[in-house]
Every structure is written in C-alpha cells, then in structure tokens.
C-alpha cells in the first residue's frame, strides 16, 4: 500500500510528479494500526492512530478514543504495525564500497583496513555513505550513529549523503595516530594518521558545512590503542567545550586488552577513568572483552555501550549490563566487518548469543527495547526519539503483517524479532517527513546508486590490490 502524496520531500525533489509537498505543511492522521509505543509502559495498541504533526507526533491513542478529527488527512494503515523507527547505534557509512573487507584475510602490507582507507575519496565516501543509508532506510533503520575518518573531501561526500538521505544521522568523526615505537604493532601508517591539530580543524570544518537539522558531527577516538592519550583528552575536551557526545572503539577484541595491560599496566575501563573520559558522554563501541569488574565501572560512571552482537557479540555480558542500568543500544557496525546492516538480525543475535551463557534469556520485547528506546538512550537522543510519544520527533516505520513471515499475527512481536523479514518494512518516516514510501526512497535512484559503487569499487579496489586478494585467496576459480 502507497501513502500517496504524503512525502514530506521538497518539491525539487524526484518522485512522482505532483506527489510532493514540503514537510511539515499539514497534519497525518495513520489509523487502523497495531502501535507498539515503547512509552514508559510499553503501550501496545491494538486498534489504533499515530497522529503527525509537522516534524512531531501530535497524539497517539485507541480508535476508539479518537473523536472529531475535522479535515486532517487520514490513511488507514490496516494490517500494519506502526512503531519508531529502529536506530542503529554504531556503523561506517563511508566504507560500504569496501563490503565485505572482512574476508580479506591475510592481506599483504600493514593491513586491507589501511588500504581500504588509502584508496577512500570523496566519490566513494558520497556513494558509498548513499547506499549504506538506503539499505538502512529501507530496513526501517531511521537513526544512524556513523563513525567515520578521512579527507575533508571524503567527510563531505558523508556529510552529503546523510543530508540527501533524509536519515538522522549523527557522524562521529574519529582520530587515530598511534605512533608509540615501544608498541610498534599499533602504529597507525603515517599517511592515515591524524595529528590533533587537524583532528580538530576537520570538527570545526565538518560542523560548518553541516545544513540539516537531522546530521550532527561530534568527535570520536578511533580506539583506545590507537589513539595517543593527547589525542584522546583533546577530543574529549572538544565535545566537552561543544556540549556533543564523545565515542570509541574499545573491548572489541582480546588482543585489544592484552594491549592495554601491556601499555599501560590496567585494564581497557580502568584506563579510560584514569584519563577522565569514562562519563555519560561516551558512548563504547563493542565491550566485548570487559571483564564484570569493568561492566561496573561502566555502570557507576554512566556511559553507555553499543553491542555489535553479529560480528563479536558471542563474549559480551549483555545480560549483566542491563541489570547494571548500563545503557545499551545495537549496533550493525560497518559493512567491512558485519556485511549486511539489517538491525533486526542484530537484534535477533543479541538475544540468542546471550543464551549460549544464559539459557532462555532475553525476549522479543528485550530485543524491541534494544531496537528503539534503548538505542535512543545510548545515544543521548532519548528526549526526541525512540518511542511514539506526543511532543517526540514523527520518526516512525509501518510494516505489512500480511507476509508469511509475520504470520499468524497473534504473535507479532514475537515474529517481528525472531521471523522478521526486513522487506516488511515498506514506510520510514524521518521527523515527519517519509523518506520511504512502500519500500521506495523518494529521491535517490536506487539501481543508479548501486551500479555507481560498484564500478568505483572495481576501480580502488584494484588500485589498492584489494580486488585481486579478494579473488585470488578464495578456494574457487574466477574465469
Ligand atoms: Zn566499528
């Protein structure tokens, strides 16, 4: 089912003709609906509307409550659920012409990530970001917490995309620039390495260029051992003295620890407090490998983590960060190293990786908190976003529930989770304006977009020597 006109796009924008109006111009009154809430007490609405205004979501009830509505425009939405939409607390939106780099084993020179860094430009980080946006789109992912680094040219490409987009998309620009010769397996290859002076200067440019309300830029330290502790403290204080949100890598890999007790003589959390940075500001990528001494730490000092369940979430202590009130999130990460960026498969691993340690935890209703409220919360977005409130943000997905998948319905949130398809997803709205319309973006050529990072693919891949590790490590024959 189409929504019809309702695109919320500017006029400028492609689409049917005729079908656009500029967002925010008039109410939307969605009925008929199955609401999951995710208010304070977890409403699910059996029979009922999400009415839109603007940007925001007006009011939410009960058909039966609804009354006198007057002239509002109102489109049936039977047989579907309306819900937030779902955000994606830790990804690379930049790197998606590199999909798949995890399969680059064994790559020659100092590592395929550094190539990969090498050969990114402002084409492939525009295309490349572009894509990765609309496959979350149209999975129903409407926030995106992106952590990227490179050229000004390749973070402007970024900065484009996300804003053509339409997908709230905060971009966490990171640092690295270890360059410590006792720890020489750390070192960061002078030619991708940051110095904090144009770490800072990238910040000030990024944040400049930025136009839409929807794209932020914060500073983000790529890793705890990768990153100098002037490189660490001075992003820190950047966000510090902007008043934005700080991240990083850390936990994700055992090796990483074994790292920081050799450097540094503590453990990964424990060195994060000494300098300071461990504090509700910081958002983890990973924690996978913090032992429950530092799952406390984390809890006591209020930052928040993101899990990445499907590329290392089997050692992660999901179910104890929880019972310490930590705040946590889900996360796809970037397609190197989780190809795909479907969030409902992330959210189904987050559970059922948990049961390998604990049998029979975690429910659909868990993984629906991870998906959306409690993703908001990790990313200190939970006063606008991740639950369909009055006075919120109108970012909101509606899925068909007429699909084999999602059959029988008496157990929807059930199927959402452990039978979803993500092609059920079929309308995103972001802040009031809908940026999918029965599964179509309203501006981006999604065939053309594919084609183009394929092609720029095939040529810095080659470039960099990627392309011909990829084909001749494989036990099959190209011909
Ligand atoms: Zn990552």
């Given at each position: 089912m189409a929504l019809g006109p309702?695109?919320?796009?500017?006029?400028?924008?492609?689409?049917?003709?005729?079908a656009v109006v500029a967002a925010g111009t008039k109410d939307l009154l969605l009925t008929d609906a199955f609401v999951i809430t995710m208010n304070p007490t977890r409403d699910v609405i059996t029979n009922g509307y999400v009415w839109i205004r603007g940007d925001s979501i007006h009011k939410v009830g009960t058909m039966a409550s609804l009354g006198e509505t007057g002239g509002v425009e109102r489109r049936s939405m039977g047989d579907h659920v309306i819900m937030p939409g779902l955000i994606n607390t830790h990804n690379h939106i930049s790197s998606f012409g590199l999909r798949?780099?995890?399969?680059?084993?064994?790559?020659?020179?100092?590592s395929a990530m550094y190539a990969g860094l090498r050969v990114l430009d402002g084409e492939g980080g525009y295309l490349g970001s572009a894509v990765g946006l609309l496959e979350q789109l149209q999975g129903g992912i409407t926030t995106c917490k992106a952590l990227e680094a490179g050229s000004d040219e390749l973070m402007l490409g970024c900065v484009r995309a996300s804003e053509e987009s339409g997908a709230r998309v905060a971009i966490a620009r990171y640092g690295m620039d270890a360059a410590d010769n006792a720890a020489p397996n750390l070192i960061v290859p002078e030619d991708v390495r940051d110095t904090v002076d144009g770490a800072i200067q990238s910040l000030d440019f990024l944040r400049s260029k930025v136009?839409?309300?929807l794209v932020t830029v914060s500073p983000d330290a790529f890793s705890v051992m990768r990153v100098s502790k002037e490189m660490m403290l001075a992003l820190h204080e950047y966000a510090v003295k902007h008043n934005l949100r700080f991240g990083m890598h850390a936990g994700a890999t055992e090796n990483e620890q074994k790292e920081c007790l050799a450097k540094n003589g503590i453990r990964i959390v424990p060195y994060l407090d000494s300098l300071g940075?461990?504090?509700?500001r910081l958002l983890i990528g990973?924690?996978?490998?913090?032992d429950l001494d530092e799952c406390t730490l984390v809890a006591k000092r209020g930052a928040a983590i993101s899990h990445?369940?499907?590329?290392?979430?089997?050692?992660?202590l999901v179910k104890e960060w929880l019972e310490l009130g930590i705040k946590v999130g889900i996360g796809t990460d970037g397609p190197t190293s989780?190809?795909?960026?479907?969030l409902w498969e992330v959210a189904k691993f987050a559970i059922y990786n948990q049961r390998i340690r604990?049998?029979?935890?975690?429910?659909s209703e868990t993984a629906l908190e991870l998906l959306t409220i409690r993703g908001a919360e990790a990313i200190g977005m939970a006063d606008r976003i991740g639950s369909l409130e009055?006075?919120?943000?109108?970012?909101l997905i509606c899925i068909d529930t007429i699909r084999p998948t999602l059959s029988?319905?008496?157990?929807l949130l059930s199927n959402l989770i452990?039978?979803?398809?993500?092609?059920?997803?079929r309308h995103v709205m972001v802040n009031g304006a809908m940026v999918i319309n029965d599964g179509q973006?309203?501006?981006?050529?999604s065939r053309k977009l594919c084609r183009d990072l394929s092609k720029w693919a095939e040529r810095a891949q080659t470039k960099s020597g990627l392309l011909q590790h990829y084909k001749s490590s494989s036990p099959f024959r190209y011909i």
């Open positions: 309702n695109t919320g796009e500017s006029a400028t924008a492609k689409g049917s003709p005729g798949a780099m995890q399969d680059w084993r064994g790559f020659p020179g100092d136009t839409s309300p940075v461990l504090n509700p990973h924690g996978s490998w913090f990445c369940s499907v590329n290392n979430g089997g050692r992660s989780n190809n795909s960026q479907d604990h049998r029979g935890w975690g429910s009055a006075g919120k943000a109108a970012d029988p319905t008496t157990s452990k039978a979803h398809d993500r092609s059920a997803v973006h309203r501006s981006f050529d």
